[in-house]
């Protein structure tokens, strides 16, 4: 709210947003946020004890549903670990998230499904920044997999017996430094071409937002040359 300026300090900011129902404050990395005001606010009689008893009732019930407060070995979840998370039935089940989320936008002369089947002895060139590049797969509050279970598009056509070759292009999503030639090259000799833009957390990601909608750097123009 202090950003937007509906308040002009971090005191009448807690005492907005406590009045207003909210309970719970996303303050990581702040040594004086905004709820550490509540005690001023409370001796100033801006906001009653009644009221943050009522505010912080619900985060305790949460609390104590999630188990955070019984011992280790009653909570089922601390037994987790990669061989439940990372197992056949949990990975096929994010494999079918994935494919169900793609969106497709235009299919020209059925160019799509290509077929595992019908992959062996073609030739595959996958380009981009987005093409082998683990780091940029991932978006804000994402997970930290273990590398073993990251499957780039690069390693993921690669599984699939077709005669893949690869050119990043350009070594991160701003694309300052592009290499034509290295895209020319691979797009050239291939029978079918995917390519891999994309923004990434380098180049938008919360409180840094961009002026316009289109592909930083030279993505637009390594997308370019791989149609030609």
Request: net charge neutral.
């Amino acid at each position: 709210m202090l950003g937007h300026h509906y308040t002009h300090t971090f005191l009448e900011t807690a005492v907005a947003s406590v009045n207003a129902g909210c309970n719970l404050e996303l303050s990581y990395g702040m040594r004086n946020n905004v709820f550490m005001h509540i005690p001023q606010a409370l001796a100033m009689g801006n906001i009653t004890l009644q009221m943050l008893r009522d505010r912080v009732r619900p985060l305790f019930y949460t609390r104590m549903r999630l188990g955070e407060f019984d011992p280790p070995d009653m909570n089922p979840y601390s037994a987790l670990d990669l061989s439940v998370v990372q197992s056949p039935e949990h990975r096929n089940l994010s494999l079918e998230a994935a494919v169900k989320s793609f969106v497709l936008l235009k299919n020209i002369r059925g160019t799509l499904p290509l077929r595992a089947r019908d992959l062996p002895g073609r030739r595959l060139a996958v380009v981009g920044p987005f093409a082998d590049n683990p780091r940029v797969l991932f978006g804000d509050y994402a997970p930290v997999p273990e590398p073993q279970y990251i499957y780039t598009p690069r390693r993921g056509l690669e599984m699939l017996g077709a005669n893949v070759s690869f050119a990043a292009g350009c070594s991160e999503p701003q694309c300052h430094r592009y290499s034509r030639a290295q895209v020319v090259r691979a797009a050239g000799a291939a029978d079918v071409v995917v390519v891999c833009l994309g923004t990434g957390v380098d180049v938008e990601t919360e409180a840094k937002d961009r002026s316009d909608l289109s592909l930083p750097g030279h993505q637009l123009e390594l997308l370019q040359d791989a149609v030609q």
